[in-house]
């Protein structure tokens, strides 16, 4: 089956580390998102992809980055770990592209805890 | 701007009485999807069910309904029957136009079932 599978699904690091979490499908989904999970404010878009070498900021990108160099992959980076980026992440895709309608639904991976001490 | 405003931070509702998630919305585009999913205690996000804006019939899916009001930009969630396993965080989203899978998410409600 098809699957969209995150790792770490816990860290724990320190300020000022650089972090990648990863994030791998096999929808074979031209779309992937990462979204950051926080107590009052629901999910943020983060940085998103709609396509191999094809990277966007979202809501809140800022100290974070992203390259799409395959279809199945999206990494996200911390930089610069801080204290403000602990929290959960969800990496989540979708098909179809940019132009796409109807119900192109979010398929999200299961999650990846950070703690940034 | 586009966004979603989920009022009810918590709810509680009875054992096999049906309740209503709230869930409005703000977009001056003609063209959206508006989708409901769910977070358990577990922590995945489960797709609950979507309604386009051009659709003439509210969406159904088993136990779930949307009761979309264009007019007033609600999409309510309707779950009838509620069962315990049905206690989790529920998430309004909408997808603005040509925006690909891209969803703006509310802030959630928390719905307890109690026996």
């Known amino acids: 089956d098809a699957e969209i599978t995150q790792s770490p699904r816990h860290k724990i690091t320190e300020t000022g580390r650089q972090v990648t979490l990863a994030c791998h499908q096999t929808w074979n989904h031209n779309n992937m998102f990462w979204y950051r999970q926080d107590l009052g404010h629901g999910l943020r878009l983060i940085h998103y992809s709609y396509g191999v070498h094809d990277t966007n900021k979202g809501e809140v990108s800022d100290g974070y980055s992203v390259s799409r160099s395959n279809t199945e992959d999206l990494p996200l980076t911390l930089e610069s770990a801080a204290s403000s980026q602990t929290s959960v992440y969800f990496c989540?895709?979708?098909?179809?592209?940019?132009?796409?309608?109807?119900?192109?639904?979010?398929?999200f991976g299961a999650g990846s805890r950070l703690t940034v001490l | 701007a586009q966004k979603i405003t989920q009022t009810q931070p918590g709810m509680f509702v009875q054992e096999k009485e049906a309740v209503t998630l709230d869930c409005t919305y703000d977009t001056s585009d003609p063209s959206y999807g508006l989708f409901w999913y769910k977070q358990p205690s577990s922590g995945e996000m489960i797709f609950l069910i979507y309604q386009g804006s051009y659709d003439q019939q509210n969406a159904t899916e088993g136990r779930y309904s949307l009761n979309f009001q264009k007019a007033r930009k609600s999409a309510n969630l309707v779950i009838s029957a509620s069962q315990l396993g049905d206690s989790a965080m529920y998430f309004c989203a909408m997808r603005p136009l040509n925006q690909g899978g891209k969803l703006i998410f509310g802030q959630g409600t928390e719905l307890s079932v109690k026996p």
């Open positions: 989540a895709s979708s098909g179809g592209g940019q132009g796409s309608s109807g119900a192109n639904v979010l398929t």
